[in-house]
């Protein structure tokens, strides 16, 4: 995440990103940057803006939540199931194991998503929770390229009144 400083533009790394994300969060106040990688595809994009707030009790399935993860620094992820004392939490477009979260490690929640100046609410609202059970499942992303596939003939193309 770039941010200004005198003579220039800096980046903060995952883990740095992650310690500002949980300061700011623990005033209540909710936190905005870029958001980097695929793996929340088509829901979150690479580039898109994505706010956080703080979390309001427990995170619920579907909700798309951040946490420190132990090597990449901030990940911002679904909730996918809740067990005793953590969750799990799986990116939309990832295929392979969850990550096990204790509870206590999500730092809050999506609230916003904004991509080339427009919000985003797809993903965030009641369709959450089928989003997340597709995730669990492991059907999400083979949807996701067949739709992909079935609109690829039309983009593009004009219709002639």
């Known amino acids: 995440m770039p941010y200004a400083v005198d003579g220039g533009v800096h980046s903060l790394s995952g883990e740095a990103l992650s310690a500002l994300l949980g300061d700011v969060l623990a005033r209540g106040v909710p936190f905005r940057f ?89 993903g965030l609202g009641p369709e959450r929770l089928l989003i997340g059970g597709l995730v669990r499942l492991g059907l999400l992303q083979p949807l996701v390229a067949v739709a992909r596939a079935l609109r690829a003939p039309f983009v593009g193309q004009r219709v002639l009144s």
């Open 34 to 122: 870029e958001a980097r990688g695929y793996s929340m595809f088509p829901f979150i994009r690479d580039g898109d803006a994505v706010t956080i707030a703080p979390l309001r009790g427990r995170a619920r399935f579907g909700e798309v939540v951040a946490f420190a993860g132990p090597a990449e620094g901030l990940v911002v992820h679904r909730i996918t199931a809740r067990r005793p004392g953590v969750y799990e939490i799986r990116g939309d477009y990832l295929r392979g194991p969850y990550d096990i979260v204790p509870l206590n490690s999500v730092l809050g929640a999506v609230t916003r998503v904004e991509r080339r100046g427009r919000s985003v609410r797809l």
